[in-house]
């Protein structure tokens, strides 16, 4: 379906970097959601650039529903969001003469689109369409809410420096797993009001430096965001194609510049022995949880009721400003490039909350289509 994701739950996303407008459509929500238009902004500012560690490039991103919505709330019907483009300059493309851009989609969309896509800030591939994604995704989250469903994502590694995990957090206490998840979930509520997410105060300071002190040589930097996604409720998969893994690192890996996805302990543990790897099960309160969470919430691709923890690996900006060699993609010869216009030094901590918004997409999905869509009205 190309541009489109979802069973129960269908979202389009359109639109290009520097055309009139980007926007989503959701199509599968069920009647009667509330459209809450103060955290659809709350989202849209998070994810929006801000200060020395950000482009100079800042939209409004003062969004239109122009379907799908009446007095306040979803209609059922198919809800089209629109972003108009206010902020482009497009002359800074024009410059480039048609010379690859290294590390992003300028060849392959050629090789795709045969020369008539629109390059302009890199069209359709451009970070800018996750703005639709956000605002989709607040959508979703706010209705996540009221069944008790929470996510939320920080920046767990930048450069060398680390942030505390959310198993560090929910293990804390290790004979109480009520208090480690009231801890948990505060956490989570602390990092959806940051703009920069981060737990450790002093790792945020030197996390944001190392993004400066990139800047200041015309390089970028990654890392890797943790996400957890806690209140899902248990039995919610499938075994094979469409398990839970699979539905979240299908919508994660369309979320520009995520070059790896991993849950619970990922690459970091799969070396030790099952013996150390395993998460036992315990009756906590008429609760049935783990001792650890290895296995990140899922198990067999069906949620077991331990909170979802995700890591995804997020490449440095591959827009810098350091002379590259490339290619004239019009004559295929070698050329050097130099890029200009504006540019993030690091998209890790704007990115984040587009992971946040993508996982509530597919959470939403997973659910409508366990339980279906009337789920959400109860």
């Not at 689109?113 to 994604?133: C, N, Q, V």
Request: proline letters at 3%; one cysteine or more.
């Amino acid at each position: 379906m190309k541009n489109t994701f979802g069973q129960s739950l269908q979202i389009t996303i359109f639109g290009e970097s520097h055309g009139p407008y980007i926007g989503a459509i959701l199509d599968g929500l069920a009647p009667g959601l509330d459209i809450n238009d103060d955290l659809i902004a709350s989202k849209l500012e998070l994810r929006r650039p801000s200060g020395a560690i950000s482009t100079a490039r800042v939209e409004k991103d003062e969004y239109i529903i122009a379907s799908g919505a009446f007095n306040g709330k979803t209609t059922g019907t198919p809800l089209c969001i629109l972003i108009p483009n206010t902020n482009t300059r497009s002359g800074d493309y024009d410059k480039a003469g048609r010379v690859a851009r290294p590390g992003h989609a300028d060849y392959t969309a050629l090789l795709k689109y045969h020369g008539f896509e629109d390059y302009r800030g890199g069209g359709h591939f451009s970070g800018r369409l996750t703005a639709a994604l956000v605002a989709a995704g607040a959508i979703c989250a706010d209705a996540l809410s009221k069944k008790g469903i929470v996510i939320g994502t920080h920046i767990n590694k930048l450069s060398d420096i680390s942030d505390i995990s959310f198993d560090e957090i929910l293990f804390a206490k290790d004979a109480d797993y009520e208090n480690g998840l009231k801890d948990l979930l505060d956490n989570i509520a602390s990092l959806n009001n940051k703009k920069f997410a981060v737990i450790s105060d002093e790792a945020a300071l030197k996390m944001e430096q190392a993004i400066l002190d990139a800047a200041k040589e015309g390089d970028s930097v990654g890392g890797v965001l943790e996400t957890a996604i806690a209140g899902m409720p248990e039995g919610v998969g499938e075994p094979w194609f469409d398990s839970l893994e699979s539905t979240l690192s299908h919508i994660l890996f369309s979320v520009p510049g995520i070059k790896g996805v991993e849950f619970g302990a990922g690459f970091d543990k799969v070396c030790e022995c099952g013996s150390s790897f395993n998460d036992s099960l315990r009756n906590e309160n008429g609760k049935v949880v783990t001792k650890s969470n290895n296995n990140g919430g899922i198990n067999g691709g069906i949620s077991n009721g331990m909170p979802i923890t995700i890591r995804c690996a997020v490449k440095p900006t591959p827009s810098i400003y350091k002379q590259q060699e490339s290619i004239n993609l019009n004559t295929k010869e070698n050329a050097d490039i130099q890029i200009e216009g504006r540019h993030d030094p690091a998209i890790i901590h704007r990115a984040r909350v587009v992971v946040d918004s993508v996982c509530a997409i597919a959470v939403y999905d997973a659910l409508a289509a366990r339980f279906g869509t009337d789920y959400f009205l109860n």
